[in-house]
């Protein structure tokens, strides 16, 4: 008979350890001891890495080719090491068209580890096969069971499951302890600081690269992970282990509170995933809204034919670029960007004339936030205290059932409940962290931009585009600054409450 040989492993980690080369050894010796002519070279069908789950049929390439070719009668038998390696999924479909492919070809399957010979078309060889596959199908199930419920119990006790480690931390198996990774956690921190000042994604990842700093999981460093670093809550020390569950285990902090949502306020600013693309400097970036329609305004860069310049680049409605759904464009023209940071610059040097009334509105600023931080203070303290509570309630209740003393139901009543107060408290104590973060910000900023004041007016003439721009960032707020077809109005946020008229209100 003319024969093939199928080889298969599932994981890269196999592919590497080259096991496959086993049952390259094994099938050729067992062909010949039968006495069969070997159709094809060894290595015409093999999937290397490639998993036999439910669904990644499409991906083995090398099984693909082997229907394809019995189907044109190229050969009479398959061999295989396990019938495993021809289907393990858990899938009655995806088994019955992979058996059946072969047994409508007439083709027949050679098993090495068993020396049986299946012949599909027949009762007998139906039934193994359909037997051996639900048994490979059942043993994956009960693998992946396993290593769930491993997961889960690791995850129970505190301890890091199978996986990566969160970039930054390190995790001793032998001891069972989270650390700091000396090398990664400073550039953990250094990213969190520079994009909460402002600094782009891809700025910061060409540094990076530049540098030759330690890589996430060894690829390059580009934009799309310095933003995942950034927005990962695991660096606050609650590393999410199973998403799915919504599973946590407690690591070492990285960032402070008062860091981590700096940095989610400036990846809000800069829009869509906080990847801010454009190198270039404007200073109502992620600030202004539309005076008719009130939507963001977002610009459009300038465009080149070879070296001249075809149009220049301008403040645009988001609402004109792309319509609300079932609503109007927006009919606010572009505005040249160049012409519009000249108008709001001397809008700002002009209050920045008056320094008595922003010293006097920065100091009832800071004030406030000072009084703010120690009422948020105070419910960020009661919140934890009253989860601690929670905690200590719940183990009660466990112990309780584990003695006999209240029913699986009552048990579960009760921790239902106290799961949904749980949920409303840990929402609570996030939404007070962030104002307490907020609080502990503007006084930052106050104390910041009142202790240059003197340094800035000196240099006023003489600011480079940047330095604009922080000063910009730090008087406003996004959405404070209206653009008009004729008019652009800023509100300055170190403003007296107690007057009527804003002193930070400017027009321009």
Known sequence: MRAVAYCRVSSSGQRDRHTIESQLRVIPAYIGQQGWTLAKPL????????????????????????????????FDVVVVVDLDRLTRSEDLTERG??????????????????????????????????????????????????????????????????????????????????????????IVVEVFERVARGESSQVIADDFDARGLPRVRGGRWIRERVWWIARSATYR?????????????????????????????????????????TKHVYLLEGLAACSLCGARVGIAAASWTGRRLASHATYVCGHRRRPPLGGERCTLPHLRVEEVDVRIWKALRDLLEQPE???EAGAERASRAAGDSRDWRKDVAGYEARLERLGRVEQAILAR?????????????????????????????DGAKRALADAARTTANVAALQATLYEIRARLAQASLEEKRELVRLLVEPGDVVLGACEITARVQLRAPSQNVSPGSVSA
């Open 43 to 74: 290595s015409t069908y093999l999937d290397d890495g490639r998993s036999a789950k439910a669904g990644k049929l499409d991906a083995r390439e090398a099984f693909n080719r082997l229907v394809k070719d019995a189907q044109r009668d190229e």
């Open 97 to 186: 068209a992979i058996l059946g492919s072969f047994q409508r070809a007439g083709v027949k399957i050679a098993v090495t580890s068993s020396g049986q010979l299946l012949d599909l078309s027949s009762s007998v060889g139906d039934l193994y096969s359909g037997l051996s596959a639900f048994f490979a199908a059942e043993e994956n199930r009960k693998r992946r069971e396993r290593t769930v419920q491993g997961k889960l119990t690791a995850i129970a006790r505190g301890n890091k499951p199978s996986g990566p480690t969160p970039y930054g931390l390190t995790y001793d198996r032998v001891s069972r302890v989270w650390a700091l990774d000396p090398v990664r956690a400073p």
């Open 237 to 277: 020390g609650v590393w999410t282990a199973d998403k799915a569950r919504k599973l946590e285990v407690t690591v070492p902090r990285i960032v402070t509170d008062e860091l981590w949502y700096a940095a989610q306020d400036a990846l809000i600013r800069w829009g869509r995933r906080g990847l801010r693309r």
């Open 357 to 359: 009334l922003l010293e």
């Open 401 to 429: 059932f584990r003695k006999g003393l209240v029913s699986e139901q009552a048990m579960d009543a009760e921790l239902g409940a106290s799961a949904r107060e749980r949920a409303m408290l840990e929402r609570q104590l």
